[in-house]
Every structure is written in structure tokens, then in C-alpha cells.
């Protein structure tokens, strides 16, 4: 059960940032914008995960810890 809200926390995440983002674009069709955003927005989202699996991770390994005593 603690995978799947692990698993849920990271996916509510991307899909948060991701769309947020790109939408507004899409949304004015500004296009150009869209295309000069793309790689930017693509890698602060690989950062963006990742800072969220190690945090999800410290969180999973205190939870086990408490949970073990």
C-alpha cells in the first residue's frame, strides 16, 4: 500500500508541473513559445523528479524505520 501512494505522489507531480505548464501555452497557441520551451521544460521536470524520489525515498526509509521497532 505504501508503494502505491509513493508511487502516486510522483505521478500527481509530473502531471501537475508538466501540464500546468505546457497548457497555458497551448492554450493562447503561442506555438513558438511552446517549441523554445520544450527542452527546458522538459529537463526541469527530470530534476523535479528526481528531488521528489529522494524525497519520497528519505520518507519511505524513516516510515520502515518507525514501523520496525
Request: glycine share 0%; aromatic share 12%; proline share 0%.
Amino acid at each position: 500500500m505504501d508503494v502505491y501512494y509513493w508511487t502516486l505522489s510522483i505521478r500527481a507531480f509530473l502531471k501537475s508541473r508538466i501540464v500546468e505548464e505546457e497548457y497555458h501555452k497551448v492554450k493562447i497557441k503561442d506555438w513558438s513559445a511552446l517549441m523554445d520551451t520544450m527542452d527546458t521544460v522538459a529537463y526541469v521536470a527530470a530534476v523535479l523528479l528526481i528531488v521528489t524520489i529522494i524525497l519520497n525515498a528519505i520518507t519511505l526509509i524513516i516510515y520502515r524505520d518507525k514501523t520496525a521497532k
